[in-house]
Nanobody, 127 residues
Framework: QVLLVESGGGLVQAGGSLRLSCAASGLTFSSAAMGWFRQAPGKEREFVAAISRNGYGKSHTDFVKGRFTISRDNAKNTVYLQMNSLKLEDTANYYC????????????????????WGQGTQVTVSS
């Protein structure tokens, strides 16, 4: 059974930082491309960042470029999202997800490509 568990969310002031973690189990982690998505109340889920199986391929959506960084540690079966310069509009529930069938350097931003999802961790940015 694949299990993805996010952690690291919380309440932070605008301009602050948080580091999200997603611990994976029940899968060969190095075989999975990983992604972070978020969903704010009343809005659709949106792509935030993705990383390839080997960590060399990365993509960040425009509204987080220069502020958020995705990374992974295959030895620890964990993917991270470092979030700096947080803004009020970053408030959302953040989910990690795992996708299979991609080459070692490939990534995907399409949520339909992700087979397994975590339960999410809430990030709230206050003024």
């Amino acid at each position: 059974q694949v299990l993805l568990v996010e952690s690291g969310g919380g309440l932070v002031q605008a301009g602050g930082s948080l580091r999200l973690s997603c611990a994976a189990s029940g899968l060969t982690f190095s075989s999975a491309a990983m992604g972070w998505f978020r969903q704010a109340p009343g809005k659709e889920r949106e792509f935030v960042a993705a990383i390839s199986r080997n960590g060399y391929g990365k993509s960040h959506t425009d509204f987080v470029k220069g502020r958020f960084t995705i990374s992974r540690d295959n030895a620890k079966n964990t993917v991270y999202l470092q979030m700096n310069s947080l803004k009020l509009e970053d408030t959302a529930n953040y989910y990690c997800a795992a996708a299979f069938g991609f080459s070692t350097s490939s990534i995907t931003s399409r949520d339909v490509d992700y087979r397994h999802w975590g339960q999410g961790t809430q990030v709230t940015v206050s003024s």
